[in-house]
């Protein structure tokens, strides 16, 4: 375990409460995986980028998740099973460190993000109905606030931020980048 592990395990203990924009009055519960993996010996997590043809958030960045199942016996189990069907991670190489509490998105959504350290190196297949690409991202990138950018959306004479996060030919935004900012910011103090 690298010092970075460490830290992770030390400072989402206890995990903060997230808050959330825009939020809308139905809400579809859903979990994802924010997985920590090891690549050449530095922390990265994982992240996936949607296809085009998804009804819900088509092209965008996000981690490995999706709704809730009526199967499915808790949220950590459904970012789990999601992770699994996904980009073939197995459910018994993920040690579980935990959960924030649920972020309710102004898009319907109430998601449940469940943390987790790949014990194991894997190979990922993706799903190509759900997947489009698999990519990680050094968490020590994350880290630094200057790759970290805020926006203000105005919406009913209300300012909300929005985070939005470049990355190679990507930019993380929407809840994936509110959920990164929000443990860049508990893992900095």
């Known amino acids: 375990m690298n010092l970075i592990e460490l ?14 924009p825009l939020i809308s009055s139905k809400l ?4 994802v995986l924010i997985a920590f993996t090891q690549v050449k010996n530095e922390t990265h ?12 958030h088509p092209g965008q960045i996000s981690f490995p998740g999706g709704k ?8 950590i189990a459904t970012a789990l099973r999601e992770a699994e069907e996904e980009i073939a991670l197995p459910i018994s190489n993920v040690e579980v460190l935990g959960q924030y509490p649920k972020y309710k998105t102004f898009t319907g959504f109430e998601i449940t993000p469940v943390f987790g350290i790949v014990k194991n190196d894997f190979e990922p297949i993706l799903d190509p109905g759900e ?16 790759n970290r950018k805020q926006y203000l959306y105005r ?20 809840a994936t980048a509110a959920i990164i900012e929000h443990l ?3 893992l900095s103090q």
């Open 45 to 56: 997590l994982i992240l996936t980028q949607r296809p085009s043809h998804l009804r819900h």
């Open 131 to 146: 997947v489009a690409e698999y990519f990680t991202i050094p968490l020590k990138f994350l880290l630094k606030t200057a």
């Open 68 to 75: 809730v199942e009526n199967s499915d016996s808790s949220h």
């Open 7 to 20: 830290r992770i395990r030390y400072n989402l203990q206890p995990l903060a409460a997230l808050t959330s």
């Open 155 to 174: 919406r009913n004479g209300i300012d909300y931020p929005i985070y939005f996060i470049p990355y190679k030919h990507h930019v993380i935004w929407g």
């Open 184 to 186: 860049c910011k508990q």
């Open 28 to 31: 579809q519960p859903a979990a």
